[in-house]
Protein backbone atom coordinates (compact mmCIF):
# COMPACT_ATOMS: atom_id res chain seq x y z
CA UNK A 1 0.00 0.00 0.00
CA UNK A 2 1.48 3.69 -0.87
CA UNK A 3 1.10 6.06 1.54
CA UNK A 4 1.78 8.91 -1.15
CA UNK A 5 0.26 10.01 -3.99
CA UNK A 6 1.59 9.28 -7.67
CA UNK A 7 1.94 12.02 -10.15
CA UNK A 8 -1.23 11.00 -11.57
CA UNK A 9 -3.23 11.02 -8.51
CA UNK A 10 -1.74 14.51 -7.83
CA UNK A 11 -2.71 15.48 -10.84
CA UNK A 12 -6.28 14.80 -10.51
CA UNK A 13 -6.78 16.15 -7.05
CA UNK A 14 -5.58 19.06 -8.13
CA UNK A 15 -8.22 19.11 -11.25
CA UNK A 16 -10.80 18.24 -8.34
CA UNK A 17 -9.87 21.04 -6.43
CA UNK A 18 -10.14 23.40 -8.79
CA UNK A 19 -13.56 22.61 -10.02
CA UNK A 20 -15.20 22.48 -6.53
CA UNK A 21 -12.94 25.70 -5.52
CA UNK A 22 -14.46 27.54 -8.89
CA UNK A 23 -17.80 26.07 -9.66
CA UNK A 24 -19.16 23.98 -6.23
CA UNK A 25 -17.83 26.03 -2.80
CA UNK A 26 -19.43 29.38 -4.45
CA UNK A 27 -22.81 27.84 -4.97
CA UNK A 28 -22.54 25.55 -1.84
CA UNK A 29 -24.34 28.16 0.79
CA UNK A 30 -27.56 28.60 -2.19
CA UNK A 31 -28.16 25.03 -2.45
CA UNK A 32 -28.23 24.89 1.24
CA UNK A 33 -30.84 27.63 1.34
CA UNK A 34 -32.76 26.82 -1.62
CA UNK A 35 -32.40 22.98 -0.95
CA UNK A 36 -31.82 22.42 -4.36
CA UNK A 37 -28.59 21.51 -6.88
CA UNK A 38 -29.28 23.55 -9.48
CA UNK A 39 -29.85 21.81 -13.51
CA UNK A 40 -26.54 24.02 -14.76
CA UNK A 41 -23.80 22.60 -12.18
CA UNK A 42 -25.65 19.42 -12.89
CA UNK A 43 -24.66 19.22 -16.33
CA UNK A 44 -21.25 21.17 -15.98
CA UNK A 45 -20.60 17.49 -13.58
CA UNK A 46 -21.66 15.35 -16.62
CA UNK A 47 -19.32 17.82 -19.12
CA UNK A 48 -16.45 16.95 -17.33
CA UNK A 49 -16.93 13.76 -16.06
CA UNK A 50 -17.35 13.43 -12.66
CA UNK A 51 -21.38 11.96 -12.98
CA UNK A 52 -20.84 8.26 -12.99
CA UNK A 53 -16.97 8.61 -12.79
CA UNK A 54 -16.01 4.91 -12.41
CA UNK A 55 -17.97 3.72 -15.44
CA UNK A 56 -15.83 2.47 -18.32
CA UNK A 57 -15.01 4.77 -21.01
CA UNK A 58 -16.72 2.03 -23.10
CA UNK A 59 -19.48 2.93 -21.38
CA UNK A 60 -19.42 6.83 -21.64
CA UNK A 61 -17.70 7.10 -18.33
CA UNK A 62 -14.44 8.63 -17.30
CA UNK A 63 -13.18 5.17 -15.71
CA UNK A 64 -11.80 6.32 -12.48
CA UNK A 65 -10.19 3.86 -9.80
CA UNK A 66 -11.36 4.07 -6.63
CA UNK A 67 -8.70 6.30 -5.52
CA UNK A 68 -9.21 8.83 -7.99
CA UNK A 69 -13.00 8.21 -6.78
CA UNK A 70 -12.52 8.74 -3.21
CA UNK A 71 -10.40 12.25 -4.51
CA UNK A 72 -13.17 13.54 -6.08
CA UNK A 73 -15.83 12.93 -3.39
CA UNK A 74 -13.28 14.69 -0.46
CA UNK A 75 -13.12 17.45 -2.81
CA UNK A 76 -17.25 17.64 -3.44
CA UNK A 77 -17.42 17.05 0.49
CA UNK A 78 -15.49 19.90 1.27
CA UNK A 79 -17.06 22.21 -1.19
CA UNK A 80 -20.81 20.76 -0.84
CA UNK A 81 -22.25 17.77 0.93
CA UNK A 82 -25.43 18.06 -1.46
CA UNK A 83 -23.44 17.78 -4.27
CA UNK A 84 -20.99 14.85 -2.88
CA UNK A 85 -24.12 13.29 -2.12
CA UNK A 86 -25.63 13.39 -6.01
CA UNK A 87 -22.59 11.91 -7.13
CA UNK A 88 -23.04 8.99 -4.73
CA UNK A 89 -26.43 7.89 -4.90
CA UNK A 90 -26.23 8.45 -8.82
CA UNK A 91 -23.07 6.61 -9.24
CA UNK A 92 -24.29 3.64 -7.13
CA UNK A 93 -27.03 3.47 -9.86
CA UNK A 94 -24.79 3.10 -12.64
CA UNK A 95 -21.85 1.20 -11.26
CA UNK A 96 -25.07 -1.39 -10.35
CA UNK A 97 -26.17 -1.31 -13.85
CA UNK A 98 -23.04 -1.95 -14.87
CA UNK A 99 -21.89 -4.56 -12.40
CA UNK A 100 -25.15 -6.22 -12.73
CA UNK A 101 -27.09 -5.37 -15.20
CA UNK A 102 -27.80 -7.58 -18.86
CA UNK A 103 -26.48 -5.58 -22.11
CA UNK A 104 -29.64 -4.03 -22.54
CA UNK A 105 -29.77 -2.50 -19.33
CA UNK A 106 -26.15 -1.06 -19.97
CA UNK A 107 -26.65 0.46 -23.75
CA UNK A 108 -30.12 1.53 -22.29
CA UNK A 109 -28.94 3.38 -18.94
CA UNK A 110 -25.13 4.20 -19.19
CA UNK A 111 -25.25 6.40 -21.79
CA UNK A 112 -27.97 8.55 -19.85
CA UNK A 113 -26.51 8.29 -16.87
CA UNK A 114 -22.71 9.45 -17.77
CA UNK A 115 -24.16 12.19 -20.03
CA UNK A 116 -26.16 13.19 -17.49
CA UNK A 117 -29.74 13.17 -19.26
CA UNK A 118 -31.03 10.70 -16.88
CA UNK A 119 -30.25 11.12 -12.73
CA UNK A 120 -30.12 8.10 -10.74
CA UNK A 121 -31.49 7.67 -7.39
CA UNK A 122 -30.84 4.61 -4.40
CA UNK A 123 -33.92 3.15 -3.04
CA UNK A 124 -33.48 1.35 0.15
CA UNK A 125 -34.60 2.91 3.17
CA UNK A 126 -38.08 2.59 4.49
CA UNK A 127 -40.01 4.44 7.18
CA UNK A 128 -39.91 1.37 9.53
CA UNK A 129 -36.71 -0.52 8.81
CA UNK A 130 -34.47 2.47 7.81
CA UNK A 131 -31.58 0.71 5.99
CA UNK A 132 -32.15 -2.58 7.49
CA UNK A 133 -32.35 -4.98 4.83
CA UNK A 134 -33.91 -7.30 6.81
CA UNK A 135 -36.78 -5.21 8.10
CA UNK A 136 -37.87 -4.20 4.38
CA UNK A 137 -41.32 -4.52 3.91
CA UNK A 138 -41.67 -3.50 0.38
CA UNK A 139 -43.64 -6.24 -1.73
CA UNK A 140 -42.52 -7.83 -5.59
CA UNK A 141 -45.69 -9.71 -6.66
CA UNK A 142 -45.26 -11.92 -9.75
CA UNK A 143 -47.85 -10.53 -12.39
CA UNK A 144 -47.27 -12.43 -16.28
CA UNK A 145 -44.14 -10.39 -17.73
CA UNK A 146 -44.05 -7.83 -14.64
CA UNK A 147 -43.89 -8.09 -11.00
CA UNK A 148 -45.73 -5.51 -9.42
CA UNK A 149 -44.04 -3.19 -6.75
CA UNK A 150 -46.02 -1.88 -3.28
CA UNK A 151 -44.84 -0.22 -0.43
CA UNK A 152 -42.82 2.92 0.52
CA UNK A 153 -39.42 3.97 0.15
CA UNK A 154 -38.33 6.87 2.18
CA UNK A 155 -35.01 9.52 2.22
CA UNK A 156 -34.40 8.98 -1.59
CA UNK A 157 -31.72 11.76 -1.97
CA UNK A 158 -32.05 13.18 -5.21
CA UNK A 159 -35.33 11.65 -5.66
CA UNK A 160 -37.29 14.93 -6.56
CA UNK A 161 -35.63 15.04 -9.70
CA UNK A 162 -34.78 11.53 -11.03
CA UNK A 163 -35.49 9.70 -14.08
CA UNK A 164 -34.39 6.20 -12.66
CA UNK A 165 -34.72 4.68 -8.97
CA UNK A 166 -32.97 0.99 -8.31
CA UNK A 167 -35.79 -0.18 -5.83
CA UNK A 168 -35.66 -3.20 -3.71
CA UNK A 169 -38.34 -5.38 -3.03
CA UNK A 170 -38.85 -8.75 -1.33
CA UNK A 171 -40.14 -11.45 -4.27
CA UNK A 172 -40.59 -15.13 -3.20
CA UNK A 173 -37.58 -15.58 -4.32
CA UNK A 174 -36.17 -12.89 -1.94
CA UNK A 175 -34.50 -9.65 -2.28
CA UNK A 176 -34.72 -8.33 -5.59
CA UNK A 177 -33.67 -5.21 -7.57
CA UNK A 178 -35.56 -3.48 -9.74
CA UNK A 179 -34.90 -0.66 -12.43
CA UNK A 180 -37.71 1.55 -12.00
CA UNK A 181 -38.42 5.19 -14.62
CA UNK A 182 -40.22 7.95 -13.16
CA UNK A 183 -42.84 7.59 -15.12
CA UNK A 184 -44.26 4.26 -14.30
CA UNK A 185 -47.28 4.43 -13.60
CA UNK A 186 -48.32 3.41 -10.01
CA UNK A 187 -45.22 5.63 -8.58
CA UNK A 188 -45.97 8.72 -6.63
CA UNK A 189 -42.66 10.49 -5.70
CA UNK A 190 -43.16 12.71 -2.95
CA UNK A 191 -40.37 15.72 -2.35
CA UNK A 192 -39.02 15.80 1.56
CA UNK A 193 -38.18 19.56 3.07
CA UNK A 194 -36.86 20.88 6.23
CA UNK A 195 -33.68 18.15 6.53
CA UNK A 196 -31.30 18.92 9.35
CA UNK A 197 -28.28 18.65 6.61
CA UNK A 198 -27.11 18.01 3.04
CA UNK A 199 -30.07 20.53 2.58
CA UNK A 200 -29.83 20.73 -1.23
CA UNK A 201 -29.76 16.40 -1.76
CA UNK A 202 -33.55 16.86 -2.72
CA UNK A 203 -34.88 13.79 -0.85
CA UNK A 204 -37.91 12.02 -2.07
CA UNK A 205 -40.68 9.44 -0.76
CA UNK A 206 -41.61 6.89 -3.16
CA UNK A 207 -44.66 5.70 -2.90
CA UNK A 208 -45.29 2.36 -5.27
CA UNK A 209 -48.61 0.97 -5.40
CA UNK A 210 -49.26 -1.61 -7.52
CA UNK A 211 -46.48 -0.17 -9.85
CA UNK A 212 -45.73 -2.93 -12.66
CA UNK A 213 -42.32 -3.45 -13.22
CA UNK A 214 -41.61 -5.56 -16.69
CA UNK A 215 -39.56 -8.37 -16.02
CA UNK A 216 -36.82 -7.07 -18.38
CA UNK A 217 -36.05 -4.05 -15.17
CA UNK A 218 -34.64 -6.76 -12.84
CA UNK A 219 -31.28 -7.16 -12.03
CA UNK A 220 -29.48 -9.77 -11.95
CA UNK A 221 -32.33 -12.56 -11.27
CA UNK A 222 -34.81 -12.56 -8.57
CA UNK A 223 -34.21 -12.79 -5.55
CA UNK A 224 -30.23 -11.90 -6.22
CA UNK A 225 -30.26 -8.65 -4.18
CA UNK A 226 -29.20 -9.88 -1.65
CA UNK A 227 -25.94 -10.02 -0.36
CA UNK A 228 -24.89 -9.42 -4.00
CA UNK A 229 -26.23 -6.07 -4.78
CA UNK A 230 -26.67 -3.95 -1.80
CA UNK A 231 -23.69 -5.28 -0.18
CA UNK A 232 -21.93 -3.77 -3.42
CA UNK A 233 -23.61 -0.44 -3.81
CA UNK A 234 -23.27 0.21 -0.34
CA UNK A 235 -20.17 -0.66 -0.34
CA UNK A 236 -19.60 2.05 -2.46
CA UNK A 237 -21.93 4.78 -0.64
CA UNK A 238 -20.06 4.04 2.28
CA UNK A 239 -16.75 4.42 0.23
CA UNK A 240 -17.88 7.90 -0.84
CA UNK A 241 -19.62 9.30 2.63
CA UNK A 242 -16.24 8.06 4.18
CA UNK A 243 -14.28 10.47 1.58
CA UNK A 244 -17.10 13.38 1.63
CA UNK A 245 -16.60 13.36 5.55
CA UNK A 246 -13.16 13.57 4.95
CA UNK A 247 -13.72 16.69 3.26
CA UNK A 248 -15.97 17.81 5.82
CA UNK A 249 -12.89 17.60 8.33
CA UNK A 250 -10.31 19.12 6.05
CA UNK A 251 -13.22 21.79 5.49
CA UNK A 252 -13.69 22.38 9.02
CA UNK A 253 -9.51 22.44 10.06
CA UNK A 254 -9.17 24.87 6.69
CA UNK A 255 -11.65 27.15 8.09
CA UNK A 256 -10.24 26.99 11.58
CA UNK A 257 -6.95 27.60 10.86
CA UNK A 258 -7.20 30.63 8.93
CA UNK A 259 -9.55 32.06 11.76
CA UNK A 260 -7.35 31.64 14.93
CA UNK A 261 -4.79 33.17 12.42
CA UNK A 262 -6.73 36.36 12.14
CA UNK A 263 -7.73 36.42 15.15
CA UNK A 264 -4.22 36.32 16.74
CA UNK A 265 -5.32 33.35 18.65
CA UNK A 266 -2.56 30.40 17.77
CA UNK A 267 -1.20 30.84 21.24
CA UNK A 268 -4.09 29.11 23.22
CA UNK A 269 -3.28 26.09 24.38
CA UNK A 270 -6.45 24.68 24.14
CA UNK A 271 -7.14 26.49 20.67
CA UNK A 272 -3.96 24.58 20.00
CA UNK A 273 -5.13 20.93 21.54
CA UNK A 274 -8.77 21.64 18.86
CA UNK A 275 -6.17 22.48 15.84
CA UNK A 276 -4.30 18.99 17.17
CA UNK A 277 -7.35 17.50 17.29
CA UNK A 278 -8.79 18.19 14.24
CA UNK A 279 -5.20 17.44 12.15
CA UNK A 280 -4.94 14.16 13.32
CA UNK A 281 -8.43 12.62 12.85
CA UNK A 282 -8.28 14.20 9.45
CA UNK A 283 -4.86 12.44 8.25
CA UNK A 284 -6.29 8.98 10.19
CA UNK A 285 -9.45 8.73 8.54
CA UNK A 286 -8.08 9.81 5.30
CA UNK A 287 -5.51 6.90 5.39
CA UNK A 288 -8.14 4.34 6.09
CA UNK A 289 -10.67 5.50 3.59
CA UNK A 290 -7.19 5.15 1.27
CA UNK A 291 -7.21 1.69 2.48
CA UNK A 292 -10.99 0.80 2.17
CA UNK A 293 -10.58 2.49 -1.63
CA UNK A 294 -7.48 0.24 -2.61
CA UNK A 295 -9.36 -3.19 -1.23
CA UNK A 296 -12.27 -2.26 -3.21
CA UNK A 297 -10.27 -1.95 -6.29
CA UNK A 298 -8.92 -5.25 -6.01
CA UNK A 299 -12.46 -6.61 -4.91
CA UNK A 300 -10.55 -7.89 -1.65
CA UNK A 301 -12.78 -10.29 0.50
CA UNK A 302 -12.32 -7.14 3.52
CA UNK A 303 -13.59 -4.57 1.05
CA UNK A 304 -16.80 -4.10 2.66
CA UNK A 305 -15.88 -4.20 6.32
CA UNK A 306 -12.73 -1.62 5.28
CA UNK A 307 -15.52 0.30 3.57
CA UNK A 308 -17.66 0.21 6.99
CA UNK A 309 -15.03 1.00 9.31
CA UNK A 310 -13.57 3.99 6.92
CA UNK A 311 -17.09 5.51 7.37
CA UNK A 312 -17.69 4.94 10.56
CA UNK A 313 -14.38 6.73 11.72
CA UNK A 314 -14.26 9.38 8.92
CA UNK A 315 -18.03 10.75 9.90
CA UNK A 316 -17.34 10.85 13.35
CA UNK A 317 -14.55 12.42 13.12
CA UNK A 318 -16.36 15.00 10.87
CA UNK A 319 -18.87 15.72 13.39
CA UNK A 320 -16.27 16.43 15.85
CA UNK A 321 -14.36 18.06 13.63
CA UNK A 322 -17.02 20.68 12.73
CA UNK A 323 -18.12 20.79 16.96
CA UNK A 324 -14.69 22.18 17.07
CA UNK A 325 -14.89 24.19 14.61
CA UNK A 326 -18.02 26.03 15.54
CA UNK A 327 -16.34 26.19 19.06
CA UNK A 328 -13.36 28.12 17.41
CA UNK A 329 -14.90 30.39 15.53
CA UNK A 330 -17.66 31.26 18.56
CA UNK A 331 -20.92 33.33 18.04
CA UNK A 332 -19.26 33.87 13.66
CA UNK A 333 -20.06 29.99 13.72
CA UNK A 334 -23.73 30.11 14.61
CA UNK A 335 -24.25 32.65 11.68
CA UNK A 336 -26.86 31.11 8.81
CA UNK A 337 -24.47 31.49 5.37
CA UNK A 338 -21.20 30.50 6.99
CA UNK A 339 -19.75 27.58 5.98
CA UNK A 340 -18.94 26.09 9.59
CA UNK A 341 -22.56 26.26 10.32
CA UNK A 342 -23.20 24.36 7.38
CA UNK A 343 -20.51 21.59 8.15
CA UNK A 344 -21.78 21.04 11.59
CA UNK A 345 -25.26 19.92 10.44
CA UNK A 346 -24.13 17.97 7.04
CA UNK A 347 -21.20 16.16 9.38
CA UNK A 348 -24.29 15.23 11.33
CA UNK A 349 -25.90 13.73 8.32
CA UNK A 350 -22.87 11.35 7.77
CA UNK A 351 -23.41 9.70 11.01
CA UNK A 352 -26.56 8.31 9.61
CA UNK A 353 -26.34 7.91 5.69
CA UNK A 354 -25.55 4.41 4.37
CA UNK A 355 -25.76 2.72 8.11
CA UNK A 356 -25.57 4.80 11.31
CA UNK A 357 -22.76 4.81 13.39
CA UNK A 358 -24.46 2.77 15.77
CA UNK A 359 -24.87 0.05 12.38
CA UNK A 360 -21.22 0.25 11.93
CA UNK A 361 -20.55 -0.16 15.58
CA UNK A 362 -22.47 -3.37 15.60
CA UNK A 363 -20.52 -5.19 12.72
CA UNK A 364 -17.52 -4.19 12.96
CA UNK A 365 -17.32 -5.58 16.77
CA UNK A 366 -19.04 -8.35 15.55
CA UNK A 367 -17.35 -9.28 12.41
CA UNK A 368 -14.34 -6.72 12.20
CA UNK A 369 -11.29 -7.29 14.22
CA UNK A 370 -11.26 -11.52 12.29
CA UNK A 371 -7.84 -10.25 11.33
CA UNK A 372 -6.15 -9.47 14.93
CA UNK A 373 -3.67 -11.90 16.73
CA UNK A 374 -4.31 -12.83 20.05
CA UNK A 375 -1.42 -14.16 22.15
CA UNK A 376 -3.58 -16.52 24.21
CA UNK A 377 -4.74 -16.73 27.59
CA UNK A 378 -0.96 -16.40 28.62
CA UNK A 379 -1.17 -14.44 32.23
CA UNK A 380 0.74 -11.12 32.82
CA UNK A 381 3.39 -13.38 35.06
CA UNK A 382 4.24 -15.69 32.43
CA UNK A 383 4.03 -13.50 29.05
Avoid at 37 to 54: K, P, Q, T
Avoid at 202 to 219: F, H, K, Q, S, Y
Wanted: hydrophobic share 40%; net charge negative.
Amino acid sequence: MRLTFTTEQRALRAEFHAFAKSEVAPEAARHDCEERVGRALIDRLAEVGFLASLISPAHGGRGLDHLGYGLLHEEMGRACSSTRSLLTVHDMVAHTVERWGDDTQRRTWLPRLTAGTAIGAFALSEPDAGSDVAALATRATADGDAYRLDGTKCWISFGAIADVFLVFARADEGLTAFLVERDTPGLEVVPLAGMLGTRGAMLAELRLTGCRVPRANLLAGPGRAHPFIVTEALTLGRYSVASGSIGIAGGCLAESRDHVAERGLMEHQLVQRLLTRMTVHYEAGRLLTFQAGELIWERHADASMAAIKAKYLAATNAAEAAHDAVQVHGAAGCTPNHPVNRYYRDAKVMEIIEGSTEVCEGLIGRFGHADVESYGAASPKTY
